[in-house]
């Protein structure tokens, strides 16, 4: 198999998108899927939220929350009703350009969409219990929470994400009384620990990837743990992924300066390898690392699929990496041209490396 070649440039800094918001029948909703941890553009960061609490509408919500209230914004459905939360004032660690380059592009949801918990994170599968209360972050359309509340019914599950867009279609497709979704940010989960139940497994599946202070929001997830409770991180390291035979060289091209972009916002591009020190650092015990690569071959039933995967990242996120100045969009485009017919007539093979790393709290 060829090797993707390493970056070697380093670049400059951006400046976010602008974004709107719009007030639809009992909430709010992006244009464009974006971001909603940024005050500044946004006003008044939203909470969205299935149930009353924790898919108990009867139960009255915990005092602190209920002052936020904001009763002009309540919805029509009693049972899906969503209101305006302030948790984004605190903590953002994370840089306006880091925050900027993880903004999920609302193209890209038919990635999240077309996983599950069966094909795209097994070795959670094969470790929850029913009864199990979790907690999902960064869980984008939440096809992977959807799995995960299947499997540990009648146990409650939350999935958190800051995008508005993919939150609001969480809730839209993944309707069980055991399953919620919020707008919350993995760096701020103090709302989720003022509730006092703790969760039994929390989980950040390809997440981690996207910060630039990964020590900060382990520790985050930790703190929501139940004493014993058990932490699973999800994650690449990009430098290790193969494409067999050696894909165009625009795309060659087009990765390289796409780590770049990554790296230059902090984010750590073999986050895979890391995660066993990272754990172990922030006291979690019995900390283990399991392959979980994905290879696909051509002829196996989901490799058109898989394979198109870096010209869907080039014609989504890509976008981002021509506005912050790292490849011009005639480089882009054709990026995504190239791959495309090499995909269609010669592509082989795929690797992607991954491991999954869980630790579990001390007592
Ligand atoms: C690559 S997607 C992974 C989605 C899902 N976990 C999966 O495996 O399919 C990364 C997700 O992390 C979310 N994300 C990025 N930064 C975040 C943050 N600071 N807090 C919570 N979610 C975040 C993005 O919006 C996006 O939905």
């Not at 609490?53 to 969503?82: C, N, Q, T, Y």
């Amino acid at each position: 198999m060829e090797a993707f070649h390493r970056p070697e440039q380093e670049n400059s800094d951006a400046q976010p998108n602008s974004c709107h918001i719009s007030r639809t029948l009992g909430g709010y909703r992006t244009h464009s899927g974006q971001d909603c941890s940024s005050r500044q553009r946004f006003g008044t960061p939203l909470f969205y939220h299935e149930q009353a609490v924790w898919g108990r509408p009867e139960e009255p919500l915990p005092r602190r929350r209920a002052s936020h209230w904001k009763p002009s914004l309540l919805p029509v459905a009693f049972d899906r009703r969503i209101w305006v939360e302030d948790h984004y004032s605190k903590a953002m660690t994370d840089s306006p350009t880091a925050r900027h380059r993880a903004a999920f592009p609302s193209e890209a949801a038919s990635i999240l969409r077309a996983r599950s918990l069966q094909t795209d994170y097994s070795h959670l599968s094969q470790s929850l219990k029913p009864g199990q209360r979790v907690l999902d972050v960064g869980c984008g359309t939440g096809a992977v929470t959807a799995g995960i509340a299947k499997m540990v019914s009648p146990g409650e599950v939350i999935g958190i994400d800051t995008n508005v867009g993919l939150i609001a279609e969480a809730l839209q497709s993944h309707r069980f009384p055991n399953l919620t979704f919020q707008c919350a940010n993995i760096y701020e989960l103090e709302h989720l620990k003022e509730l006092h139940i703790g969760f039994d497994v929390v989980v950040a599946a390809r997440v981690l990837q996207w910060l630039a202070h990964p020590a900060d929001a382990l520790e985050q997830m930790i703190s929501v743990l139940k004493p014993g409770g058990t932490l699973f991180i999800l994650d690449y390291n990009h430098i290790k992924a193969r494409l067999s035979p050696t894909p165009p060289t625009t795309m060659l091209h087009f990765r390289e300066r796409y780590l770049a972009w990554r790296k230059d916002a902090g984010m750590d591009n073999e986050i895979a390898d890391h995660l066993v020190e990272l754990m172990q650092k922030k006291g979690l015990a019995d900390v283990n690392s399991t392959e979980h690569h994905e290879l696909t071959r051509r002829g196996e039933t989901d490799f058109d699929r898989r394979i198109g995967l870096w010209a869907d990242v080039a014609s989504t996120r890509g976008h981002q990496v021509v506005a912050d100045a790292y490849l011009s969009e005639q480089e882009r485009q054709t990026a995504v041209d190239d791959f495309r017919d090499w995909m269609h007539n010669d592509a082989a093979e795929q690797y992607f490396y991954l491991l999954s790393v869980m630790g579990t709290k001390g007592p």
